[in-house]
């Protein structure tokens, strides 16, 4: 049988951040072309899905939006490793689920317009990066097009993210006249050629420093001194401040030409770390060649129309993972069979048969299987839970046909238990009308999208007039539920909410009762 450490030691677990627009799709299917895993023209990604969308609930709301809502795994081999990509929605609104899925990733990409530079929803990723010590590598992108100047554009990423940036390549010419990058590593000069649409992989040829000098001339010089300029810091990255998320291996680049690209894959390859014991509830690792176990970090409904169904969504951290094998539920201590293991991107499923730490499985129908659950074989694990994050929109729901209460009250709990929205009760009122929380307000659209096409309950929401939320306990509850502009909600793991009209408003009552137990969300006031 296959030895999970060797195997867990082959992979290479991550995602690609950005704000929308600055070039995640494009540099996935980018990667996948490197990867050998598409073949066809490149843009393929989008275009399965857009095909595709007539067949699902998910995609008509997509479509209708111009976005992806869905966000699963792509895996390739590359090298002698097996990436897993995993994807995360780069729409203009946030849901749990982006924040879910670099809980279960080792690494990140973030990726940066060189036009635009750090942007809002960049840095609010960058938060949960951070919040979770996620080593991160930066690709600036579009080099191809008029952009900022590279120095500066370093810059930015120092100041505003408060990472330093170690480029590992450096642009020759300027955004706009993109002629290849030094590598820092070996002072190479590699020269891009365009191939057409961007289709197969770039032309590169390195150029010695006498021919380029000769042949780029002022691009040349000027990228030469302020290499130079970089040089006063290592060439070399330095692999332990990667790994502890204090430095950013930093690439230039162009998604739409390819140029860059290899380069920055296979320092994915080289510097993403490859899956490390998890730890568990009592901070304890589960070696990874203990027997099998798994992470559960996303919930799925319905993702088609023709079959109606539910996946979840685990990351392997441990052993081998068989398909068909009975594996237990840790909450529940009940057998789970696993006959029906799929690895999914979008629409499309694949029975996977095996899989090892940082690989994803999707288990269809594994209905009592929550986020944040464990799944395993002999000795009993449970992992830390994965913590919420901080609500910015908050809507009253109520069913729009008070005849349809009990649908309307199955969805929301079967809508709070994916994660979909966190649903917030008052004590008295309770599903008479609830509060939905969420971090971003098209979160609310897949929901009551979801209660009125799933559940048949159509909802109406009204939105309130809160805007920030604080974890707070029993003891303090009395006082603010006293407070005008203040309430205290509940969600179904006894977790209390105090919910403030306005930032101005929280920051009196902290600052004139400092007793009051009000902790900060992850994620919280980020920009965006
Ligand atoms: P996202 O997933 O981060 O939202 O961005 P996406 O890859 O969809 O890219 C957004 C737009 O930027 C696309 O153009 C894409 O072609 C373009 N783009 C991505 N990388 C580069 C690059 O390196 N150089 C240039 N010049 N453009 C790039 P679009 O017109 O919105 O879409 P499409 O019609 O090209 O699909």
Redesign the pocket.
Known sequence: MTDPAPEAERRRTFAII????????????KFLLYGGALTSEA?SV?ARGERRSATSDWMELEQKRGISITSTVLQFPYRDCVVNLLDTP??RDFSEDTYRVLGAADAAVM?L?AAKGIEPQTLKLFEVCRERNLPLLSFI?????PGLDALDLIDMVEKQIGLTPHPVTWPVGIAGDFRGVIDRRNGEFVRFTRTAHGATEAGEEVVDPDRAAEEEGDAWLEAVGEVELLDTDSTEVDVESFLAAETTPTFF?????N?GVRKLLDSVIELVPPPRPRLDINDLPRPLDAPFSGFVFKVQANMDKAHRDRIAFFRVCSGRFERGMVVTHQPTGKPLATKYAHQVFGQDRETIEEAFPGDVVGLVNANEVKVGDALYVGEPVEFARMPSFAPEHFSVVRPRDIGRFKQFRKGINQLDEEGVVQVLRDRDLGDQAPVLAAVGPMQFEVASHRLANEFGAEAVLTSTSYRVARITDEESAPTLRAMKGVDVLGKSDGTQYALFESQYWLDRVEAEQPDLRLDRLIAEGAAG
Not at 141 to 145: F, G, L, S, T, V
Not at 253 to 257: I, R
């Open positions: 950005s704000h929308p627009d600055a070039g995640k799709t494009t540099l996935t299917e843009g989008k780069g729409h990726v317009d992108n579009k080099w191809d097009r680049g162009s998604a739409l030409t140029f």
